[in-house]
């Protein structure tokens, strides 16, 4: 009888660590190269904030900070649009972020899809974008407007953009 109470015991302790292990066990390690990719980011050190995430997003990739830093980094070392893409995608599916926002992100894949020449996935991408970026969100749509020669669309563009803000008068500046 004494024997099988601490043979339960033991099955419960060892039951507990399992769970930890699937809710994460390495969520820590993975927080602490967030925060080393992060550091790295901010300094524009793209080769090491890409190295960062992506060990991050080996120790648990269910932060999307880590695949939206290593998104931008690839971005900035000149890899394939397709990896680029790919992580923005992936950020945005996850959904779990600390640092970061989520509008952000889904600039970032609105500009690269526009750069690949997907112009109808980048509109969409801008219906999802809060008005936090009006400003960033405007001179995508200023963009899409001029290569879909649409220039009408493009300046009504630009002058909501020069009411909004200052930096809308220097938008002007660029496109017209």
């Known amino acids: 009888m004494k024997y099988k109470a601490l043979w339960c015991l033991f099955i419960l302790c060892l039951l507990g660590n399992v769970t930890l292990f ?15 990719a992060y550091h790295c980011f901010l300094q524009e050190n793209w080769q090491d904030a890409y190295f960062y995430a992506e060990r991050g997003v080996n120790n648990d990739a269910s932060l999307s900070d880590l695949w939206y830093i290593m998104a931008l980094s690839a971005d900035a070392l000149g890899k394939k649009k397709y990896v680029i893409v790919n992580n923005l995608e992936r950020s945005l599916k996850i959904d779990s972020w600390l640092i970061f926002d989520k509008s ?12 690949t020449n997907n112009v109808d996935v980048a509109k969409k991408c801008l219906d ?18 001029y290569l879909e020669k649409d220039v009408f669309s493009a300046r009504k563009y630009v002058a ?12 002007i500046n660029i496109f017209l």
Do not use: P, W
């Open 22 to 36: 699937s809710e994460g066990y390495f969520y820590k390690d993975a927080k602490v190269y967030l925060d080393y």
């Open 104 to 115: 952000k992100a889904v600039l970032a894949l609105a500009k690269n899809y526009l750069q």
């Open 128 to 145: 999802a974008i809060s008005s936090q970026y009006f400003n960033e969100k405007r001179l995508l749509q200023i963009e899409i407007a």
């Open 160 to 171: 909501e953009m020069a009411n909004f803000s200052k930096e809308g008068i220097e938008a």
